[in-house]
Nanobody
């Protein structure tokens, strides 16, 4: 498993943007698909986005497609989630995650598809 640490959460107003970062260590970063999930109080953990090992193929949940962008920098062992046009319903704890994989579209949407998780970063959006 990789060690993952998320940063970049905070309190923002509706319509603002925020970029989350995820620092990875402990494994070959380029052998991992990276993803982002979120979990609101009382809700299930929800898949948001995933990016393949090279960063050139992504997959998004319909709920964030067009507003959120996932990316990675393999030279820095970092993954990112750019979030635009934030809404109060985006309020949640956001988790970085990873799983081994180097080919194809990273269509891994289940929590159990991933074997490495960060502790999460809180994002709160007020209206």
């Amino acid at each position: 498993q990789m060690h993952l640490v998320e940063t970049g959460g905070g309190l923002v107003q509706a319509g603002d943007s925020l970029r989350l970062s995820c620092a990875a260590s402990g494994r070959d970063f380029t052998a991992y698909v990276m993803g982002w999930f979120r979990q609101a109080p009382g809700e299930e953990r929800e898949f948001l986005a995933a990016v393949n090992w090279s960063g050139d193929t992504t997959y998004y949940a319909d709920s964030v497609k067009g507003r959120f962008t996932i990316s990675r920098d393999n030279d820095k062992n970092m993954a990112y989630l750019q979030m635009n046009s934030l809404k109060p319903e985006d309020t949640a704890v956001y988790f970085c995650t990873g799983r081994p994989g180097i080919g194809g579209t990273p269509q891994y949407v289940r929590r159990q598809d991933y074997d490495s998780w960060g502790r999460g970063t809180q994002v709160t959006v007020y209206s």
